[in-house]
């Protein structure tokens, strides 16, 4: 059974930074595309970053220049680096994973068969 782990959430003002992590078990990430994802109560889940298996990058408009996502593959663990947050940041931080073949590194959320329990972050102004 695959187990996606984040940690990493917290409380901070606006212009600080946070880490997010996503430890893996079961299967190696280097095979997978993966993903975070936040939401808020009410809202749709956002995609904000995607890394695929060559290590390509995407990230939502509204983070780019602050939120980089990287992979640490001896650990099995994804990161989310987030600078320069926002109070519209503010949302439960979910990592994703997709171990297809020929697997994407998108914004879609539907093509994720694996979720954490997710990680609050709070951005107060």
Same mark, same amino acid.
Not at 1 to 10: H, M
Not at 24 to 42: D, E, H, L, V
Not at 82 to 107: G, H, I, Q, V
């Given at each position: 059974?695959?187990?996606? $782990? ?5 409380? $901070? ?8 992590? %996503?430890?893996?078990? !079961?299967?190696? /990430?280097?095979? #997978? %595309?993966? #993903? ?14 995607? /890394? ?16 980089? /996502?990287?992979?640490?593959? #001896?650990?099995? !663990? ?16 979910? %990592?994703?994973?997709?171990? &297809?073949?020929? %697997?994407?590194?998108?914004? &879609? ?15 107060? #102004?």
């Amino acid at each position: 059974q695959v187990q996606l $782990v984040e940690s990493g959430g917290g409380s $901070v003002q606006a212009g600080g930074s946070l880490r997010l992590s %996503c430890a893996a078990s !079961t299967y190696t /990430i280097s095979k #997978a %595309c993966m #993903a975070w994802f936040r939401q808020t109560p009410g809202q749709e889940r956002e995609g904000v970053a995607g /890394i695929d298996t060559d290590d390509r990058r995407t990230y939502a408009d509204s983070v780019k220049g602050r939120f980089s /996502i990287s992979k640490d593959n #001896a650990k099995n !663990t994804l990161y989310l680096q987030m600078n320069n947050l926002k109070p519209e940041d503010t949302a439960m931080y979910y %990592c994703a994973a997709d171990w &297809s073949p020929f %697997c994407r590194a998108t914004m &879609s959320s539907r093509v994720y068969d694996y979720w954490g329990q997710g990680t609050q972050v709070t951005v107060s #102004a």
